[in-house]
């Protein structure tokens, strides 16, 4: 089984044990739809049962089986939680998980490798990809710079003209 962070513990929620989670997904419906998840407890992945998940202006709320107070909620503030990479929800045709996209090498049309992504920035309205190679640089997710994404041979193909046009490199 392979394990995706999904989210980290922010803070007990109530007297009951419920927590409050910063998500690390799309949305709080994905954070908010695995019946199990898990926790690193001195040094152990630990899996949870979700007894009830809810959402609530964007925040997700989890009840845990065996976290039945606030003393214990309390004590998983600030660990991250994982899920089983089977049980995230099935992306539409040319959607990836970003998980999917780090480590990819980045090559152009003709076949120049330009070096491999290492990280996905998501704070604007497009998605921006860092690449390190024999020049670190970073590009937004555009179609028309994207001309292939195959997960399964790990290449990202861009349009070397296209790239030229917004990539932003490092000194």
Known sequence: MELAEIGEVLKPQGVKGEIK??????????????????????????????????EDKGSVFLTLKGIDDRDKAEALRGSILYADQRAFPRLPENSFYIRDL???????????????????????AVDVYCVKGEKAFMFPALKRVMLKTDIAAKEMVLDKAALSEVAVYED
Not at 35 to 50: A, I, N, R
Not at 106 to 116: C, H, P, Y
């Open 21 to 54: 989670i910063r998500h690390f997904c799309d949305s709080a419906e994905v954070a908010a739809g695995f019946h199990t998840v898990y926790l690193m407890l001195k040094g152990v992945q630990t899996p949870f049962d979700v007894l009830k998940a809810r």
């Open 102 to 124: 780090i480590g990819l090498a980045v090559v152009t049309e003709k076949g120049e490798a330009l070096g491999r992504i290492t990280e996905v920035l998501q704070h604007g």
